[in-house]
Nanobody
Framework: QVRLVESGGGLVYPGSSLNLRCDYSGIVTSDYSLGWFRQAPGKEREWVASILRDNSENYADSVKGRFTIIKDNVHGAVYLQMNRLTPEDSGVYFC?????????????WGRGTQVTIPS
């Protein structure tokens, strides 16, 4: 069973940094990607960053140059290093695993961790 557990959220002031962590388990194939999404109150969930099976990284334009996604295969974790945070970065951050299964790509989600940057 795939399990994703986020941690590391909190309240920090503009310009600060946070490092989110997602511990994952139960992935038995190498054909998967990991990513981070976020959702602000009253808004739809939006994609933030992904790291693919070849370790290539992709970022939303709004976070490019400020956020870094890092995968630790040894410990089964994926991190989101966030720098120069702004109030627009506030929201619940969700860890995502997209796994290619027999019936096609399947998305798995953690429960999220809250990030708050007051204006």
């Amino acid at each position: 069973q795939v399990r994703l557990v986020e941690s590391g959220g909190g309240l920090v002031y503009p310009g600060s940094s946070l490092n989110l962590r997602c511990d994952y388990s139960g992935i038995v194939t190498s054909d998967y990607s990991l990513g981070w999404f976020r959702q602000a109150p009253g808004k739809e969930r939006e994609w933030v960053a992904s790291i693919l099976r070849d370790n290539s990284e992709n970022y939303a334009d709004s976070v490019k140059g400020r956020f870094t996604i890092i995968k630790d295969n040894v410990h089964g974790a994926v991190y989101l290093q966030m720098n120069r945070l702004t109030p627009e970065d506030s929201g619940v951050y969700f860890c995502n695993a997209r796994i290619v299964e027999f019936q096609g790509p399947q998305d798995y989600w953690g429960r999220g961790t809250q990030v708050t940057i007051p204006s």
